[in-house]
């Protein structure tokens, strides 16, 4: 694909950005895709789970580990991004960790779950990959006891 289309696509969508105030993050990161060719790219996709989905007779002890299919922009990954919840503890807390490579993110609480405590684990839209791409509209959820 050539550059210069793209380049001027830029320049319009940054225009249009800085006239109707729409100027943060992710206009920064859609601009990126259009300069460096990403806008075709597609989503940003969930590859796995650790644990997996509906896994059973999880270690009370657990970190949760996301990988995508592509490196995630760091600062998408935030406690409203990325959210679990214990049926028995409620809100789990803890450190989230981009994981070399930036394909993978880990969130270790800071506290055990109860043991056959079912956890459910929340991704919101808000994800985005490094490229600009959008993680799906919908987010994504899933569970493990």
């Known amino acids: 694909m050539k550059r210069a289309p793209l380049i001027a696509a830029a320049a319009v969508a ?3 950005l800085v ?3 729409f100027w943060g993050d992710r206009a920064l990161a859609l601009l990126g895709s259009l300069v ?3 806008l075709f790219a597609g989503t940003l ?9 509906n896994a059973t007779n999880v ?3 657990s970190a949760i580990t996301l990988h995508f299919d592509r490196a995630l922009l760091a600062g998408s990954v935030t406690s409203a991004s990325f959210r679990a919840y214990g049926r028995q503890n409620g809100p789990v807390a803890g450190t989230y960790t981009l994981l070399p490579g930036g394909q993978a993110v880990r969130l270790r609480p ?10 459910l684990v929340n991704l919101s839209r808000d994800l985005a990959a490094a490229d600009g791409s959008p993680f799906r509209g919908a987010g994504h959820a899933f569970q493990f006891a």
């Open 14 to 16: 940054a225009a249009v």
């Open 19 to 21: 006239t109707y105030g």
């Open 36 to 38: 460096a060719g990403n």
């Open 45 to 53: 996709a969930l590859l796995g789970s650790e644990p997996p989905r």
């Open 59 to 61: 270690a009370p002890t």
């Open 110 to 119: 800071d506290r055990p779950f109860a043991p056959g405590e079912t956890v």
